[in-house]
């Protein structure tokens, strides 16, 4: 699982002696053993990991569009082999374990585990081997992982739905779980009581738990060290999340040098985005980086830590750190900064929340100053009042966006529904017997018209139905466009989070609105507002650029209605946006890499 790296224990380097950069870190961590480059693979797992079912995809390759990676026919080996317990369970579950307090991934994940480790006899097909063979070692390498429960609330659901669950299971299969699966969630937490109480020689005694017990630990495990199986050519959706015992020995940081790439199959890989020296400790990003400090804490707290990299501990020296959530000066529009008060004057904050919109909890309370050194006018701004202002305002056109697309998208459900339900009924009536067919057959002309009346004026209100969610979008988009314009660069920085957040949504509003070239601008905008605050080589950022040429192609090909067909982006801005997504895609994810084909299937309009 690992190349050119090796885990290291406490404050040592990757050759074993003492390492100083790292006196802070005494965890478990990676380090690379030689200088490497960008695009080094240096952490590779397929573990244990289920699809969405928000994402269309293979639940054993996980492939996007219907189709398989490999041969269709291992998938069809690896499903027969799975079926005998998930074919059988799962249909109950769904029937009668509706109120299992747990959601759907989690329940498919402790299935998909009793179905591993349920299969007994060997597989000659070298394939269908590799697949069992990778979940149980997964499994197996489970046990060097820790747990974290959120709330007491959460744990209390998980313990009342692993014991619903259980029920469900024959007394085969429990006694399966308890040879195979259980000594290695006793294992896992044993080894946490040891790293807790290195001096207690009573941890050295076996530990045993039950199924119920070490099904509430893989839950556990899944909240502190889970991954998301990425769309593998778009990479900011969703398609699975799982357990990857390798790749959760790389730490975190919000200003990592690799990146976890998604690849066929369903494996990972860590693989770096930047030049990293000897010894240096390799690090991803575990939340997402666009999100300011404060969200990303209260993310990494659930994982049972606080992240203190210098992007962390130094917000104040990371520009971009600071566009992300404080708003500009009222005065003269500098970006300001957070200062504490203390008893020896005005000093820099090195560990204050930037990104806070409550007061402190001392009385030191932090302060926001527009700072002469970047330019600014040097006052003290009201910052608890001044933020929340932005910040509400802000928060109400987000929240506005995010309506109107649910709005939107229930009529337009609801049509589809209506549309499917007309086309059940065509086949049941196609399915009746001749003696109904003879009826229908018989209709005379009057009937036959008025029944074709009838279906025009359907089609008619469906069609006015469609032009009304379209017109009330555009009409949301563009009042809500106005208020985002009127507080972006007057009173934030078009960097703010929740500008970024609020120019995606607008950019889904106005398509569905038909207005494509505003859907296009708005796009752009936000995408060149990403990378300044996102790593040059990120995956998620080089589909961020290919979704702004596909946008761009669809207006030049299919222009709004009125809309002549002509470019809104110039041609040199898409063409370097397409040449950076193909450089940085085929240096991280490879050329054959689904990713990089598609940035090389985009040519411009």
């Not at 299992?100 to 006899?121: F, G, Q, T, Y």
């Not at 009409?475 to 929740?498: C, D, I, M, T, W």
Request: charged share 25%; hydrophobic share 35%; with cysteine.
């Amino acid at each position: 699982h690992f190349v050119d790296c090796v885990v290291c224990e406490g404050g040592r380097d990757g050759d074993g002696k003492e390492a100083r950069l790292y006196s802070k870190s005494v965890g478990r961590r990676v380090c690379a053993t030689r200088e490497l480059g960008k695009g080094c693979v240096v952490v590779e797992q397929r573990g244990c990991a289920v699809p969405m079912l928000s994402t269309p995809v293979c639940p054993i390759c996980f492939h996007p569009r219907g189709g398989h990676f490999g041969e269709e026919d291992t998938c069809i080996k690896i499903g027969g082999l799975l079926a005998p317990v998930e074919g059988d369970i799962y249909p109950k579950l769904l029937k009668d374990g509706k109120d299992i307090p747990v959601n759907d991934v989690l329940l498919r994940l402790w299935l998909r585990v009793v179905a591993i480790c349920a299969i007994k006899h060997s597989v000659d097909d070298e394939h269908v081997s590799a697949f069992i063979r990778d979940w149980l070692e997964a499994i197996a390498s489970s046990e060097e992982l820790g747990t974290a429960t959120p709330t007491q609330e959460w744990l209390v659901d998980v313990c009342t739905g692993a014991a619903m669950f259980t029920s469900f299971l024959s007394r085969e299969q429990l006694h399966v779980l308890e040879e195979t699966f259980c000594p290695h969630m006793a294992k896992s937490q044993q080894n946490h009581k040891q790293e807790q109480h290195q001096d207690d020689n009573d941890t050295n005694a076996v530990a045993t738990v039950s199924t119920i017990e070490a099904l509430v630990i893989l839950a556990g495990q899944m909240n502190r060290n889970g991954y998301s199986i990425r769309r593998i050519d778009s990479p900011n959706v969703n398609a699975g999340i799982g357990i990857f015992p390798a790749i959760a020995m790389v730490n975190h940081s919000c200003d990592p040098n690799c990146a976890v790439v998604t690849h066929p199959n369903g494996t990972l890989k860590v693989t770096t985005i930047k030049q990293v020296r000897k010894n240096q400790e390799l690090t991803v990003s575990y939340v997402d980086l666009l999100l300011p400090r404060q969200q990303r804490h209260e993310l990494t707290l659930h994982r049972n830590f606080i992240c203190h990299c210098l992007r962390c501990t130094l917000p104040n020296a990371y520009q971009m750190e600071r566009a992300l959530s404080l708003p500009l000066c009222k005065y003269c529009g500098t970006l300001p900064r957070i200062v504490h008060f203390t008893d020896g004057g005005l000093s820099l904050s090195s560990a204050s929340t930037a990104t806070s919109t409550t007061a402190a909890t001392d009385e030191r309370a932090d302060v926001m100053v527009c700072w002469t050194e970047d330019g600014g006018c040097g006052r003290s701004l009201e910052g608890e009042v001044y933020i929340l202002e932005t910040e509400k305002e802000l928060s109400s056109i987000v929240a506005s966006l995010e309506n109107a697309i649910k709005s939107s998208m229930h009529l337009v459900l609801n049509q589809q529904s209506k549309d499917m339900h007309d086309d059940d009924a065509a086949e049941d009536d196609a399915e009746d017997d001749d003696a109904e067919n003879e009826k229908i057959e018989v209709l005379d002309e009057e009937e036959e018209r008025a029944m074709g009346n009838k279906t025009q004026q359907e089609a008619t209100v469906d069609g006015e139905n469609k032009l009304k969610v379209e017109e009330d979008a555009l009409k949301e988009a563009q009042l809500l466009s106005k208020r985002l314009n009127s507080l972006k660069g007057v009173y934030v920085s078009p960097s703010h989070y929740k500008v970024i957040s609020a120019q995606c949504l607008l950019h889904a509003l106005f398509r569905r609105g038909g207005d494509k070239e505003a859907a296009v601008w708005t796009l752009a905008e936000a995408v060149t507002t990403m990378e300044d605050l996102l790593p040059h080589a990120w995956p998620e950022l080089c589909e961020w650029h290919i979704r702004v040429c596909e946008a761009h192609n669809d207006f030049v090909k299919h222009p709004s209605d009125g809309a002549k067909p002509a470019s809104v982006l110039s041609r040199k801005r898409l063409h370097k946006m397409r040449t950076r997504a193909i450089e940085a895609s085929t240096q991280i994810c490879g050329k054959a890499h689904p990713l990089t084909l598609r940035c090389k299937s985009i040519s411009i309009a």
